[in-house]
């Protein structure tokens, strides 16, 4: 089935091819390509932008559409892997560049919080941990018993981050790179790269994500193609979740659309090792798990209208890759490995690594998320 972000009609792009060699060759038209694409457009480069389907069709468009400050890594547990600081300074990266995605996406984002939700006690105390940590550093964060809704009574605790959001990601995207073909940028759609030596461009951008396994050879083993699994529903006459939910350590996450949809993804842990993957599929053991949570959340037998998968990038330290590949001498550059958490980091690191291209190097993330930082160890 199609991804129920995908079936909202496309408006067609603007078409300006560029003659000659470009300054830049982005690779990925998702939020990170399109991100990028836009920024050094806008700074009177050269772009050409290459996707091997339509805009936003991977990644950007088969997520859970949630816009969520921080990292991957729980916050107590980045503070410990990066230093107290160097987490503090990430988190807040992210929350500025959610101010800034909210500028530029209007209605495909609704900024409604989040709830972190805690499924047994052992989830409760280290989700408490990680609301302390957050507290102690000057983040809003509520810390709730309870929660209202169709979760009420359910779990264990939960975190409230109420500067969270819920997106619809393919419209976004699709916004982005209509902004980027504005501001000069070539978009070359249905067009897959096989071999970034072949094109014409002084610098490549490789913003791929989990997709894309080894086109870069020297990333095959730091960005692994991660398959996550998602269904909807068709719509309740009840509104029962009134924000992006997650719980389980992320594995389960679910919302509800404005249409009163239920979106449901995750279980990934179900089949861990089959999901290392960048197979773009549904499998029976993960589906069945998410059929009956559905049934679960909705409080009864609901019709499910949409399935699909996706692939994302998972990294040892949950941390993006951003910066130029180590042994490409400055040619062949990357941004991904969100592991799971793209819409906000994706569009962040879109930025800096644009950033960095035009020669502003200053942003502490630069340091945290190179590429090289594996070759340290």
Avoid: K
Wanted: net charge negative.
């Amino acid at each position: 089935m199609n991804p129920y972000w995908l079936e909202e009609p496309a408006p067609p792009l603007p078409r300006r091819p560029i003659p000659g060699r470009a300054d830049v060759a982005v690779v990925g038209g998702g939020v990170t390509g399109c991100t990028a694409a836009l920024r050094l457009a806008e700074a009177g480069l050269r772009v050409r932008l290459y996707d091997a389907r339509g805009i936003a069709e991977g990644a950007s468009g088969r997520n859970g559409g949630f816009a969520l400050r921080g990292g991957a890594a729980r916050y107590d547990v980045a503070r410990e892997t990066y230093g107290a600081e160097g987490a503090a300074a990430l988190w807040r990266w992210t929350e500025e560049a959610l101010d800034r995605l909210a500028a530029l996406a209007g209605d495909a984002l609704r900024r409604t919080g989040s709830y972190r939700l805690a499924a047994d006690e052992e989830e409760r105390e280290a989700i408490r941990l990680e609301y302390e940590a957050l507290r102690a550093d000057g983040f809003e964060v509520d810390w709730l018993d309870d929660v209202p809704g169709g979760a009420a009574g359910r779990f264990h605790g939960a975190i409230s981050h109420p500067g969270d959001g819920s997106l619809q990601p393919a419209r976004f995207v699709r916004r982005l790179a209509a902004r980027a073909a504005e501001a000069g940028a070539e978009l070359r759609e249905h067009d897959p790269v096989g071999d970034l030596e072949a094109l014409d461009a002084d610098r490549v951008l490789v913003a791929t994500d989990g997709y894309g396994h080894g086109l870069v050879p020297e990333l095959a083993d730091l960005i692994w193609p991660t398959r996550g699994q998602v269904v909807v529903s068709e719509p309740l006459r009840a509104t029962l979740y009134d924000r992006p939910h997650y719980a389980r350590q992320g594995f389960d996450y679910w919302q509800q659309l404005p249409d009163g949809r239920l979106l449901l993804g995750g279980f990934r842990d179900v089949s861990i090792l089959e999901e290392l993957t960048d197979v773009e599929e549904t499998t029976p053991a993960i589906q069945s798990s998410l059929e009956a949570f559905l049934q679960e959340l909705a409080g009864g037998q609901v019709r499910i209208t949409h399935r699909w998968a996706g692939i994302f990038g998972l990294t040892q330290d949950l941390l993006p890759l951003v910066g130029p590949v180590p042994g490409r001498d400055g040619r062949v550059w990357v941004a991904g490995g969100y592991s799971g958490h793209g819409n906000v980091l994706g569009f962040a690191c879109g930025e800096l690594v644009a950033d960095a291209l035009l020669g502003h190097t200053s942003s502490p993330q630069l340091a945290l998320l190179d590429p090289a930082r594996f070759e340290q160890r």
